[in-house]
């Protein structure tokens, strides 16, 4: 009997798996103090902790980003449930750097197996819009942040409850996307089923327009998640509430994310990506010297930057190099995590040895600056390509 593939549904399962991830990253963000204050935990010792939620992410794209379209997309995502679910109970039981660090981990391998899985699931059950489809997808991550800031600002800092109480809250989307996991029924990659050959695949990483958008994710990522992620310390001294401009930032990308469609199609993807860049550079040179109200205006600019920065990246490499499948979406993640990984403890160094947070935001304006010489280039090789459709 022939499966019956519900888009709708995997739709939403993916979406719900994506508010774990998500919700993981503001529960660090607000976390990152109470370690410092409770456990002595100094800010390069916080940048080492929070790291594994970064490379273990990589290391799950890298290693289940080929094995998707040989297990299938539904196992993957069972590997991201129990290690999620891991990740979950290791941290309410943290009490120092190794036991934050080990539960981070798994938190990172569940993330990026549900991006492993989810990207290319995305992009196969909506091959005619992949760009929009993918961005409407990671509305959730903004929007899991959102969740998972107000959450914590009304959990922790109103009615004043212990902060294991807010990590179990994750426990909820856990069981809804694990339910939903139970009797789904998913369809082989856009890869498998257009025929092309795992050969093809592999040489399809060694073009040089792979390359380039490579190395562009290290430096889009990094601008994005590697502030968003140590938010608290970055604003410590800007006289502004730190989650309460995390929740702000992350509730405009995921408006942004919704509605991308018919910004992708005025721009394309090259100059959206060339416009994101500008804006995000000006967004962090402005919140770094801005102070109270002027930050949350600061960080509107930075949210319009960084909002669509992931999803078009990889919507992109979908869109133009689709023979690299499912392994090329999941090495894009990948290499985006593994930037964040590395930028995290430089930026703990910078803030523990001097430099304030608003400084250390300054040095990170380097990165979209560097950006935007780069999508210039892709912006006009690329404005008049037409999208590479797979038969």
């Given at each position: 009997?022939?499966?019956?593939?519900?888009?709708?549904?995997?739709?939403?399962l993916?979406?719900?798996?994506?508010?774990?991830?998500?919700?993981?990253?503001?529960?660090?963000?607000?976390?990152?103090?109470?370690?410092?204050?409770?456990?002595?935990?100094?800010?390069?010792?916080?940048?080492?902790?929070?790291?594994?939620?970064?490379?273990?992410?990589?290391?799950?794209?890298i290693?289940?980003?080929?094995?998707?379209?040989?297990?299938?997309?539904?196992?993957?995502?069972?590997?991201?449930?129990?290690?999620?679910?891991?990740?979950?109970?290791?941290?309410?039981?943290?009490?120092?750097?190794?036991?934050?660090?080990?539960?981070?981990?798994?938190f990172?391998?569940?993330?990026g197996?549900?991006?492993?899985?989810?990207?290319?699931?995305?992009?196969?059950?909506?091959?005619?819009?992949k760009?929009?489809?993918?961005?409407?997808f990671h509305?959730?991550?903004?929007?899991?942040i959102?969740?998972?800031?107000?959450?914590?600002?009304?959990?922790?800092?109103?009615?004043?409850?212990?902060?294991q109480?807010?990590?179990?809250?994750?426990?909820?989307?856990?069981?809804?996307?694990?339910f939903?996991?139970?009797?789904?029924?998913?369809?082989?990659?856009?890869?498998?089923a257009?025929?092309?050959?795992?050969?093809?695949?592999?040489?399809?990483?060694?073009?040089?327009?792979?390359i380039?958008?490579?190395?562009?994710?290290?430096?889009?990522?990094?601008?994005?998640?590697a502030?968003?992620?140590?938010?608290?310390?970055?604003?410590?001294?800007?006289?502004?509430?730190?989650?309460?401009?995390?929740?702000l930032?992350?509730?405009?990308?995921?408006?942004?994310?919704a509605?991308?469609?018919?910004v992708?199609?005025?721009?394309?993807?090259?100059?959206?990506?060339?416009?994101?860049?500008?804006?995000?550079?000006?967004?962090?040179?402005?919140?770094?010297?801005?102070?109270?109200?002027?930050?949350?205006?600061?960080?509107?600019?930075?949210?319009?930057?960084?909002?669509?920065?992931?999803?078009?990246?990889?919507?992109?490499?979908?869109?133009?190099?689709?023979?690299?499948g499912?392994?090329?979406?999941?090495?894009?993640?990948?290499?985006?995590?593994?930037?964040?990984?590395?930028?995290?403890?430089?930026?703990?160094?910078?803030?523990?040895?001097?430099?304030?947070?608003?400084?250390?935001?300054?040095?990170?304006?380097?990165?979209?600056?560097?950006?935007a010489?780069?999508?210039?280039?892709?912006?006009?090789?690329?404005?008049?390509?037409?999208?590479?459709?797979?038969?």
């Amino acid at each position: 009997m022939e499966k019956t593939i519900n888009s709708k549904k995997l739709f939403i399962l993916s979406c719900v798996s994506l508010i774990v991830t998500s919700m993981s990253f503001a529960l660090r963000a607000r976390i990152e103090p109470v370690f410092i204050s409770d456990f002595a935990l100094s800010k390069t010792d916080i940048g080492i902790a929070f790291g594994p939620a970064f490379y273990g992410f990589t290391l799950a794209m890298i290693i289940l980003g080929p094995l998707v379209d040989l297990w299938g997309m539904k196992r993957v995502l069972w590997i991201a449930f129990f290690c999620h679910l891991i990740g979950i109970t290791g941290t309410i039981f943290s009490n120092g750097l190794w036991p934050l660090f080990a539960s981070t981990l798994a938190f990172g391998i569940g993330n990026g197996a549900v991006e492993a899985a989810c990207n290319p699931l995305v992009a196969t059950i909506f091959p005619k819009a992949k760009t929009k489809m993918l961005n409407r997808f990671h509305v959730w991550f903004p929007g899991g942040i959102v969740i998972g800031s107000i959450l914590a600002y009304l959990l922790i800092d109103v009615i004043d409850l212990n902060w294991q109480a807010f990590v179990a809250v994750l426990y909820i989307p856990l069981a809804i996307y694990g339910f939903m996991l139970i009797k789904a029924e998913f369809p082989k990659t856009e890869r498998v089923a257009s025929g092309i050959s795992t050969a093809n695949m592999w040489k399809a990483l060694g073009t040089p327009i792979f390359i380039f958008m490579g190395i562009c994710m290290l430096l889009t990522a990094s601008t994005e998640l590697a502030t968003q992620q140590r938010i608290t310390s970055l604003l410590a001294d800007a006289n502004a509430q730190p989650m309460l401009v995390l929740a702000l930032t992350t509730g405009l990308m995921a408006v942004g994310r919704a509605f991308a469609g018919p910004v992708v199609h005025k721009l394309s993807s090259s100059g959206l990506l060339l416009a994101s860049a500008v804006l995000a550079f000006f967004g962090l040179i402005w919140l770094s010297f801005a102070t109270g109200i002027t930050v949350y205006f600061a960080a509107i600019v930075f949210a319009a930057g960084v909002c669509f920065f992931w999803p078009t990246m990889i919507g992109f490499v979908a869109e133009y190099i689709p023979e690299s499948g499912a392994l090329g979406m999941s090495v894009m993640g990948g290499l985006g995590m593994f930037s964040v990984s590395i930028v995290l403890p430089v930026m703990g160094v910078f803030m523990d040895t001097g430099s304030q947070g608003t400084e250390t935001l300054r040095y990170m304006a380097i990165l979209p600056a560097i950006l935007a010489v780069l999508f210039i280039f892709l912006f006009v090789k690329y404005r008049s390509k037409k999208v590479v459709e797979l038969n």
